[in-house]
């Protein structure tokens, strides 16, 4: 049996009169590949904070690796790479791609550390690994879409992390680039032996590369394999009128984050 890295025991997240996440109970066990689905409103994006130390427990319990406390210390963060929802990137912002990347050693460094050429040499393994050593000069601001999306990989990379979180990574660009997207994290997950947790509203997409799904209503509702996690009549139950179920069963959520 893998070793479980992640450890939700009936934890219960929000603020002050808010309750975002109620009563998760949860394991995530080393070199996973887990998807995490539900609408708009979820808690996905708690679940999310709550996994970077951001969120501590209100109920119950959340332990990260091997630390016993509630809060998620520095080097612990240090060894979560994290891809945050896209954003929208001032074309002019006078940053070059392997500076970009370059960034994400600095997690790993800690104050006052300047990086050195070992730190250059990672963050240049890390564009290797996405593909984009060829776009290290480049500037950040000019590349597609994708190709900045994959220089944000690679900036997760840089930290050398144990867990990949990624959420929504494929928002905000075309379909051919979505799947592109979709097969370089699984092939990360495969060469790098990365635990990952991938947020996302797309579940067509995930469905066939994901270990497990955990599926969100503001409380953990299944988690499981995709073909225990995707019946229609759970799904219905979490998304209601906006789910749709074709004649060949391929289910289509219209889920999105503006």
Known sequence: MAKTIIHFSHATFGFPGVIALKD????????????????????????????????????????????????????????????????????NFPITVLEAVMMGRYGALGLFRRPTKQDREIALEALSNVGMQDHRNAALGLLSGG??????????????????????????????????????????HRDLGLTVLLITHDI?????????????????????????????DLLSQVYGKDLVITEKDLVIVEDYHH
């Open 24 to 91: 998760v109970s949860l394991e995530i066990a080393e070199g996973e590949f887990v998807g995490v689905i539900g609408p708009n409103g979820s808690g996905k994006t708690t679940l999310c904070r709550a996994i970077l130390g951001l969120m501590r427990p209100l109920e119950g319990s959340l332990q990260i690796f091997d630390c016993a406390c509630e809060e998620l210390r520095c080097h612990h963060r240090a060894r979560i790479g994290y891809l945050p929802q896209k954003g929208a990137l001032d074309r």
């Open 204 to 232: 067509n997409m995930i469905r066939s590369l994901v270990d497990r799904l955990v599926l969100l209503k503001t409380r953990l509702f299944a988690a499981g394999p995709p073909e225990e996690v995707l019946r229609p």
């Open 147 to 188: 190709q900045q999306q994959r220089v944000f990989i690679a900036r997760a990379l840089a930290q050398q992390p144990q867990v990949l979180l990624l959420d929504e990574p494929t928002t905000g660009i075309d379909i051919t680039t979505q799947h592109s997207v979709l097969d370089l994290i699984r092939r990360l």
